[in-house]
C-alpha cells in the first residue's frame, strides 16, 4: 500500500463524515436519542447494546464507557453489552444464532430501558429479533443502521443512518463518533 492510497482511505473517511453531519436530520436523530438515553438513566432504568463482529465491539465500548468512564467524573451508570460468550453459546445452540439477543433482551430487558442496536447494514437477523423482544417488554430502540437502513429502518423509535453504500468499515467510524456524541450528551445532562 503506498501513501497515496493512505491519503486516499483517510479523504474518504472524512468525506463519509462529513456529508452525514451535513445532514441536519442526523444530528436531531442524535439529540433525540441522547435525551432517550438521558431520561432512561434519571429514571433507574438501564441501557442495553448489542451488535455483531465491529460493531458487538461498538456495543461494548458504548456500555463500558457508561458504566465506567468517558470525559467526566461522574456515578457509574447502568449500561450492558450483550456479549456473554457463555450466554451467546448456549443461546446459539440451543435456539439459533438469530436468537443470541432477543432471549438476553426477554431475560433481563424491562419497560423503560433502551436497547441500543447496531447493524451497518440493518439486516441482521439477530438485531432484529431483539429489537422485536425489546418493543414487546416496553423498551424504546434507538438503531445504528448504515445504507439505506435495511429492515431496521422502520423498527427503530429512532434511527441514526450513515447513509453511504460502501464499505461497511466506514460506516464504523461514523458509528464509533455517533457513540461518544450520545455518551458526552449523556455525561452533559446526567
Do not use: W
Not at 432517550?36 to 456500555?63: E, P
Not at 438469530?98 to 447496531?118: H, N, P, Q, T
Not at 430502540?141 to 466506514?170: F, P, Q, W
Amino acid at each position: 500500500m503506498s501513501s497515496e492510497q493512505i491519503q486516499k482511505n483517510f479523504q474518504e473517511a472524512k468525506d463519509v463524515l462529513e456529508a452525514f453531519t451535513a445532514d441536519d436530520s442526523t444530528l436531531e436523530a442524535i439529540v433525540n436519542a441522547g435525551a432517550m438515553l438521558v431520561a432512561a438513566l434519571k429514571s433507574g432504568n438501564k441501557i442495553i447494546s448489542c451488535g455483531n463482529g465491529g460493531s458487538m465491539s461498538d456495543a461494548m465500548h458504548f456500555a463500558e464507557e457508561l458504566s465506567g468512564k468517558f470525559r467526566n467524573e461522574r456515578e457509574a451508570m447502568a449500561a450492558v453489552s450483550i456479549s456473554d460468550p457463555s450466554h451467546i453459546t448456549c443461546t446459539a445452540n440451543d435456539y439459533g444464532f438469530e436468537y443470541i439477543f432477543s432471549r438476553y433482551v426477554e431475560a433481563l430487558g424491562k419497560e423503560g430501558d433502551v436497547l441500543l442496536a447496531i447493524s451497518t447494514s440493518g439486516n441482521s437477523a439477530n438485531v432484529q429479533h431483539a429489537i422485536e423482544a425489546a418493543k414487546k417488554k416496553g423498551l424504546k430502540v434507538i438503531g445504528l443502521t448504515g445504507n439505506d437502513g435495511g429492515k431496521m429502518a422502520g423498527l427503530c423509535d429512532v434511527e441514526i443512518r450513515v447513509s453511504h453504500r460502501g464499505y461497511s468499515d466506514r460506516i464504523q467510524e461514523v458509528h464509533i463518533k455517533i457513540i461518544h456524541s450520545l455518551i458526552h450528551f449523556v455525561e452533559l445532562h446526567t
